[in-house]
């Protein structure tokens, strides 16, 4: 069936709720926080601004920040775990502020330099590539409880662009994006992006 002629899929796109480390603005790769007493409250609220639609593929990184939040958003049972949504691997900087990074490195750019230690921009570029491939093979919506690095990587490759630019999207803790198509499979775009109207700040 032409593109015409049956709706073109979307990719809801939902980072996890806040942590601890989110408030202190740490830099949280592979260390498995839980989520705050107000991340866990917001999970529930972004279920229930999902809780109408309907999604081919539900899938989450195994960090318990995003598992949570996908399983407080009411999608724990049918959701898939994907390793390749987890956040970036900071490395040398886990834990550490950008402020504190700074001292150390003042021309930092983790979407230019990635992480010493960690992962480097191609790595993680290269998951991001991997998950978008896997998930053009369906023909509905698909919804990823991922994480805020991560995601902004995504949707850079999603457009079919550069790695760098990731570095000009923002998302908060809970936000809500969606990504789609515009003419056609062939015309991928930005539909919507860091929607917060359910987060309880």
């Known amino acids: 069936m032409s593109d015409e002629l049956q709706p073109l899929p979307l990719v809801y796109l939902a980072r996890h709720g806040e942590t601890d480390w989110s408030i202190s603005r ?32 539900v899938i989450t990184s195994p960090l318990q920040r995003a598992s949570s939040t996908c399983e407080l958003a009411g ?20 834990g550490m502020t950008t402020k504190e990074i700074d001292l150390q490195r003042p021309d930092w750019e983790l979407f230019r330099d990635g992480c010493p230690g960690g992962e480097s921009v191609a790595e993680v570029s290269a998951r991001a590539d991997r998950v978008i491939d896997r998930i053009r093979a369906f023909d509905s919506n698909v919804v990823l409880f991922s994480h805020g690095h991560f995601l902004l990587m ?38 919507l992006w860091n929607d917060c109207r359910h987060v309880d700040i």
């Open 75 to 94: 999608f724990g049972k049918e959701a898939g775990v994907d390793d390749d949504l987890v956040e970036w691997n900071y490395g040398d900087y886990e």
């Open 26 to 57: 740490q830099h949280t790769g592979l260390t498995d926080l839980p989520l705050t007493e107000r991340g866990a409250r917001n999970a529930r609220r972004l279920g229930e601004r999902l809780k109408s639609e309907t999604f081919a593929r």
């Open 154 to 191: 995504f949707a850079a490759r999603w457009l079919g662009q550069d790695a760098a630019l990731g570095r000009h999207f923002f998302l908060n803790t809970s936000a809500l994006s969606i990504l789609g198509y515009h003419h056609g499979r062939h015309d991928p775009v930005i539909r």
